[in-house]
């Protein structure tokens, strides 16, 4: 984020649901800039599922996870490894006597998540995770079609993993009203290749999932924009949520929030194991998967200070609730296989308004096509008005491919009719 917004580190905010003054610890932004920096440097080569690099980012990670005197509660020590086979990956034929017996081997990945425990002797424990794999030198989730090169992942995700580090470090000291539960700190892998990390942990906890309270994942809170709108994911996943967010205000913070558990980051995995679980997120933008996500001139540092503050007031919150309620809630994130057709849009999840505004295009699909531009808001797909992203996922469904339609968007304050052609 070039544009950087100036905020106090010490906040002095008036909070019903909290009734005391939280403070972000002394040295919280230098740590917050070294480890974003650290994280996305290019000694770490992108943090690959499986690299030197990976094991380089886990190591740091661990490293302050023992500065801040947590306790070790992975399978061995810190860690938790895992294995998996990577999509499409080719079987190699051995040329000798496993040959003769028709053997084949694929070649396994091993990654490894990333475990520090805050022991209050409480009965329940709080997850506060964030995903510290990114994607190399670039795999099949990168959208960079330049030459091959270090995708460092400054926002995606070293960004999160410096704000569970700072969180790490303040709840590390047991400071007053946080103490109703321990922490459970988890850097994730795998995330990149499909939630593998968070996906593995749920299935083979290492505490009790029983005694989970809830989750806070972080992923891509790096670049608080300037209207400095910051993202809830999940909040109808417990109907303890919404009471505690409207009661937090923090240096002018905008929140913008939806209800689905599911997304494309952890949280989901603890969704899906009946735990209420929030997704805190600044947004889309031009550098997500490409090498240009980096830390210079983009990371907005003094808004995750302020995201770190808001979290801090969220935990301190929900110090006296045990094990708040769950709820299941309505998926806003399904496939692309989920419908016939695609525009090939990315939706701005920052938007609260009426219509989908749109925060980039696909080259060649649909939308690009069409001559849709980010920044347009979606208000109409040929007789289906569009009210939210349920009523565009809801219109998509009644296209064929091959099919032509108008579509209404309004563009700077104007409303401009498009033809589509669906593919």
């Given at each position: 984020?070039?544009?950087?917004?100036?905020?106090?580190?010490?906040?002095?905010?008036?909070?019903?649901?909290?009734?005391?003054?939280?403070?972000?610890?002394?040295?919280?932004?230098?740590?917050?800039?070294?480890?974003?920096?650290?994280?996305?440097?290019?000694?770490?080569?992108?943090?690959?599922?499986?690299?030197?690099?990976?094991?380089?980012?886990?190591?740091?990670?661990?490293?302050?996870?023992?500065?801040?005197k947590l306790q070790p509660k992975g399978d061995s020590l810190w860690y938790q490894s895992f294995?998996?086979?990577?999509?499409?990956?080719?079987?190699?034929?051995?040329?000798?006597?496993?040959?003769?017996?028709?053997?084949?081997?694929?070649?396994?990945?091993?990654?490894?998540?990333?475990?520090?425990?805050?022991?209050?002797?409480?009965?329940?424990?709080?997850?506060?995770?964030?995903?510290?794999?990114?994607?190399?030198?670039?795999?099949?989730?990168?959208?960079?079609?330049?030459?091959?090169?270090?995708?460092?992942?400054?926002?995606?995700?070293?960004?999160?993993?410096?704000?569970?580090?700072?969180?790490?470090?303040?709840?590390?000291?047991?400071?007053?009203?946080?103490?109703?539960?321990?922490?459970?700190?988890?850097?994730?892998?795998?995330?990149?290749?499909?939630?593998?990390?968070?996906?593995?942990?749920?299935?083979?906890?290492?505490?009790?999932?029983?005694?989970?309270?809830?989750?806070?994942?972080?992923?891509?809170?790096?670049?608080?924009?300037?209207?400095?709108?910051?993202?809830?994911?999940?909040?109808?996943?417990?109907?303890?949520?919404?009471?505690?967010?409207?009661?937090?205000?923090?240096?002018?913070?905008?929140?913008?929030?939806?209800?689905?558990?599911?997304?494309?980051?952890?949280?989901?995995?603890?969704?899906?194991?009946?735990?209420?679980?929030?997704?805190?997120?600044?947004?889309?933008?031009?550098?997500?998967?490409?090498?240009?996500?980096?830390?210079?001139?983009?990371?907005?540092?003094?808004?995750?200070?302020?995201?770190?503050?808001?979290?801090?007031?969220?935990?301190?919150?929900?110090?006296?609730?045990?094990?708040?309620?769950f709820t299941k809630t309505k998926d806003a994130t399904p496939s692309s296989s989920d419908f016939?057709?695609?525009?090939?849009?990315?939706?701005?999840?920052?938007?609260?308004?009426?219509?989908?505004?749109?925060?980039?295009?696909?080259?060649?699909?649909?939308?690009?096509?069409?001559?849709?531009?980010?920044?347009?808001?979606?208000?109409?797909?040929?007789?289906?008005?569009?009210?939210?992203?349920?009523?565009?996922?809801?219109?998509?469904?009644?296209?064929?491919?091959?099919?032509?339609?108008?579509?209404?968007?309004?563009?700077?304050?104007?409303?401009?009719?498009?033809?589509?052609?669906?593919?």
């Amino acid at each position: 984020m070039k544009s950087i917004i100036t905020v106090a580190l010490a906040l002095t905010v008036s909070i019903t649901a909290v009734g005391q003054t939280v403070k972000l610890p002394k040295g919280a932004q230098g740590r917050l800039e070294l480890n974003v920096a650290t994280l996305a440097n290019d000694f770490m080569e992108g943090r690959g599922t499986g690299t030197a690099g990976e094991q380089k980012a886990s190591e740091y990670i661990a490293r302050d996870f023992q500065r801040f005197k947590l306790q070790p509660k992975g399978d061995s020590l810190w860690y938790q490894s895992f294995t998996f086979v990577p999509h499409g990956a080719a079987q190699v034929h051995h040329q000798g006597d496993s040959a003769s017996l028709g053997m084949a081997l694929v070649k396994e990945i091993h990654g490894r998540n990333v475990i520090g425990y805050v022991d209050n002797k409480a009965a329940t424990t709080v997850v506060i995770g964030a995903h510290y794999d990114h994607l190399g030198m670039g795999d099949e989730n990168s959208l960079w079609t330049g030459p091959k090169a270090i995708h460092n992942g400054a926002d995606d995700n070293a960004s999160g993993v410096s704000v569970m580090l700072e969180l790490a470090y303040w709840l590390s000291k047991h400071p007053k009203g946080t103490r109703g539960h321990n922490y459970l700190f988890i850097g994730f892998s795998g995330e990149e290749k499909g939630l593998l990390g968070s996906n593995h942990f749920t299935k083979n906890p290492t505490i009790p999932m029983k005694d989970v309270a809830y989750m806070i994942n972080m992923d891509m809170v790096g670049r608080l924009n300037k209207d400095r709108s910051l993202a809830i994911n999940g909040v109808g996943t417990s109907p303890s949520w919404m009471p505690v967010i409207n009661g937090i205000q923090v240096d002018s913070l905008v929140i913008v929030t939806s209800e689905s558990g599911m997304g494309a980051s952890d949280h989901t995995s603890f969704y899906l194991s009946d735990i209420p679980a929030v997704h805190f997120f600044t947004g889309q933008h031009e550098d997500y998967h490409k090498p240009t996500d980096d830390f210079e001139g983009k990371i907005n540092v003094k808004g995750m200070a302020s995201i770190t503050n808001y979290i801090q007031y969220m935990i301190v919150a929900m110090d006296d609730e045990q094990k708040p309620a769950f709820t299941k809630t309505k998926d806003a994130t399904p496939s692309s296989s989920d419908f016939k057709v695609t525009l090939g849009v990315m939706p701005d999840y920052l938007y609260s308004g009426k219509g989908l505004r749109i925060d980039g295009c696909k080259d060649g699909k649909p939308g690009a096509k069409a001559g849709l531009q980010k920044g347009d808001t979606i208000m109409k797909l040929g007789d289906y008005d569009i009210e939210d992203i349920y009523g565009y996922m809801e219109a998509l469904g009644k296209f064929e491919k091959g099919q032509s339609t108008t579509m209404q968007v309004q563009r700077d304050g104007k409303m401009v009719e498009l033809n589509v052609t669906w593919q």
